[in-house]
Nanobody, 119 residues
Framework: QVQVVESGGGLVQAGGSLRLSCAVSGSMFSINTMGWHRQAPGKQRELVARMPTGGSPNYSDSVKGRFTISRENAKNTVYLQMNSLKAEDTAVYYC?????????????WGQGTQVTVSS
């Protein structure tokens, strides 16, 4: 069983910063991809940023230049540093990981963490 636990959300004023963390634990051989998605009220869940193992990060156009994804592989943890936050960044942020286990390759989602940006 694999567990995905996010932390770091909260309320911040526009222009401020937050850092989200996502720790993965459990029975697995390796992690292929770690990333962040978000879902605002009334909208579909969308990709924010992702980083494949040994690869380059990808960002949505809406966050390029403001958000930075990073991984600490020894801790199976991914971070999302969010700077210059805007009201439109308000959403529930979900961590998504793709892991390799004894029975195959699977994706797992965290429970989500709320980010609210006040204007």
């Amino acid at each position: 069983q694999v567990q995905v636990v996010e932390s770091g959300g909260g309320l911040v004023q526009a222009g401020g910063s937050l850092r989200l963390s996502c720790a993965v634990s459990g029975s697995m051989f390796s992690i292929n991809t770690m990333g962040w998605h978000r879902q605002a009220p009334g909208k579909q869940r969308e990709l924010v940023a992702r980083m494949p193992t040994g690869g380059s990060p990808n960002y949505s156009d809406s966050v390029k230049g403001r958000f930075t994804i990073s991984r600490e592989n020894a801790k199976n943890t991914v971070y999302l540093q969010m700077n210059s936050l805007k009201a439109e960044d308000t959403a529930v942020y979900y961590c998504r990981v793709v892991v390799v286990t004894t029975t195959g390759t699977y994706q797992y989602w965290g429970q989500g963490t709320q980010v609210t940006v006040s204007s």
